[in-house]
Structure formats: structure tokens, C-alpha cells
């Protein structure tokens, strides 16, 4: 079945700094979406790509889908504590958009 | 988000029982989703219905079976829990004329087995 890496598993950064996660697959996906996870809540949807090279912005969080539609990435400028929790993407793979594989997730931790 | 809603929140069972979590809608959506969570494996499919009469097996279906008995309820069945079922269950609903595909989460039954 369909695989999708996500890295770092854990990041632990000053508030303040910048934070990315990075997700992969070995297939052409048909859309990325992004969920966050507050410690003790459920997944809550924030975002999906779908076009080749799409950027979409939502205040401090950048949202990127590759070129080949195979990676993306979540960008986090000058995080805060409330930006604290873990960032799953999800897949769809072509012809199955409401079928989600789930990356591994990236628990981010922010310290003041 | 209060409009998903899983029943129990908690539960402690011992292997070989059966057990049955519950999973209720009032968003109207016709696509239900069971999801389990372990540490640092994400969250793995069980079982997918995107309507009434259509029930699809996920990644990991083996020991769990479902019933979509309204278009608002969805539950999973263990037949005889085992304790590596040990997990957070997430139940999710979508709908299939939203463009951005977003799926509802439930706020979760944590399940263990000893």
C-alpha cells in the first residue's frame, strides 16, 4: 500500500524560531492535506494542496506540494507555545481522494 | 468537535471479549472513517464507509469488523480483543461535495487490553 514518510518524528525549538516539517512519498499523490494534533486532542484538519508546486500561506504556517506531487512540506515562522502538538500530513493517492494515508507525525515542542 | 461524537471515551477489557466502540454524526456527512493511533506510527485505517450500503476494508482491517447502521452511526467491533489492540480509536466523517476532502475527527476512545 501506499507509503508517506514524515520527518523530523520530534523537533524541540526555542519560541521564536522556525520550525518545518517534511513529508514523502514514493508515488504521484492526488492531494496533501495537513492536520495538527494538540497533546490529548484529535486531529484537526488545517489544510490540503492539490496542484503541481501549489503555496498556500495561513498567517505563520506556509504549506508547500512539490513539483512531482511526490513531497511537501509545513513551515511554522517565529513559533509560539500555541503552535505546540504534532503535524500529520495525509495523502490521497490518484483516483482515491477520500482515502487518507497518514505520515508518522512530527511532535513539536516549543519552549519559551 | 462536538459534532463527531464516540462512545466510550475509556475502556478497559480483557482479551478474548468482545467490545463495540460507537461513533455518531450530526453533520449530515455520508462518508465515516475508523482510524488507530499508536506512538510514532501516525494514524493506520481500519475501515471506510462512504455511504450506508458501502463498507471498505483499510490498511489494517484484520480482528475488526464494522456496521454502518445509519447514515450518522459507525461502529467497530472487536470481536476478541487482544492486547496488542491497545490503541486510540478515532472515528472521522466526511463529505464527498466539499472540494478540500476534510475529515471531522471525534475526540477519541482510548482502548486497552489486557
Known amino acids: 500500500g501506499q507509503q508517506v514518510m514524515q520527518i523530523p518524528q520530534y523537533q524541540h525549538v526555542q519560541e521564536g524560531e522556525d520550525f518545518t516539517t517534511y513529508c514523502n512519498s514514493s508515488?504521484?499523490?492526488?492531494?496533501i492535506q495537513w492536520y495538527k494534533q494538540r497533546p490529548g486532542g484529535h486531529p484537526v484538519f488545517l489544510i490540503q494542496l492539490v496542484k503541481s508546486g501549489e503555496v498556500k500561506k495561513q498567517k505563520r504556517l506556509t504549506f508547500q506540494f512539490g513539483e512531482a506531487k511526490k513531497n511537501s512540506s509545513l513551515h511554522i515562522t517565529a513559533t509560539q507555545t500555541t503552535d505546540v502538538g504534532t503535524y500529520f500530513c495525509a495523502a490521497s493517492g490518484t483516483g482515491t481522494a477520500s482515502k487518507l494515508t497518514f505520515g508518522t507525525g512530527t511532535r513539536l515542542q516549543v519552549t519559551l | 468537535d462536538a459534532d463527531v461524537t464516540q462512545t466510550p471515551r475509556n475502556r478497559i477489557t480483557k482479551t478474548g471479549k468482545r467490545i463495540m466502540l460507537e461513533c455518531s454524526q450530526t453533520k449530515g456527512h455520508d462518508r465515516m472513517y475508523w482510524y488507530r493511533q499508536d506512538p510514532g506510527l501516525g494514524l493506520r485505517l481500519i475501515y471506510y464507509?462512504?455511504?450506508?450500503?458501502?463498507?471498505n476494508k483499510g490498511e489494517i482491517s484484520d480482528g475488526y469488523s464494522v456496521s454502518r447502521q445509519a447514515q450518522a452511526k459507525f461502529s467497530l467491533s472487536l470481536e476478541s480483543a487482544i492486547p496488542n489492540q491497545t490503541a486510540l480509536y478515532f472515528c472521522?466523517?466526511?463529505?464527498?461535495?466539499?472540494?478540500?476532502?476534510?475529515?471531522?475527527f471525534g475526540p477519541g476512545t482510548r482502548l486497552t487490553v489486557l
Open positions: 464507509s462512504f455511504d450506508v450500503k458501502d463498507i
Open positions: 472521522a466523517t466526511s463529505d464527498r461535495d466539499r472540494n478540500d476532502n476534510e475529515q471531522f
Open positions: 508515488t504521484t499523490l492526488s492531494n
